[in-house]
């Protein structure tokens, strides 16, 4: 399961009794991005920073299909970088 801002998912798997994705009504709209990352992590998408170790660590990067968010084209990264990478996108994109 994961937090962001409102909202949680469970990866595939997940028992049939917590299968989903949980949105804060008032972040529910096409304004705010909590639905779609959540709705990626029903998809298997994981975060950029796993393996991060809770944001003390540089998450390791020998291999992209077992570190990171899994994806070969974005490598992985701490937390702290993912959070400011994110603001950098909403003030960019308002
Ligand atoms: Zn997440």
């Not at 917590?18 to 959540?38: K, M, Q, R, S, W």
């Not at 701490?78 to 603001?87: R, S, W």
Request: hydrophobic content about 35%.
């Amino acid at each position: 399961m994961q937090w962001l801002l409102g909202g949680y998912a469970y990866y595939p798997g997940a028992s049939s009794s917590v299968d989903g994705a949980v949105i804060a009504y008032n972040l529910f709209n096409y304004n705010n991005p909590v639905t779609a990352h959540e709705l990626g992590h029903g998809f298997n998408l994981r975060h950029t920073f796993e393996g991060d170790g809770g944001n003390t660590v540089c998450p390791a990067n020998s291999s992209c299909t077992t570190q990171g968010d899994l994806c070969c084209d974005t490598p992985p990264t701490n937390k702290m970088i993912a959070a400011q990478q994110t603001l950098v996108q909403a003030l960019a994109f308002g």
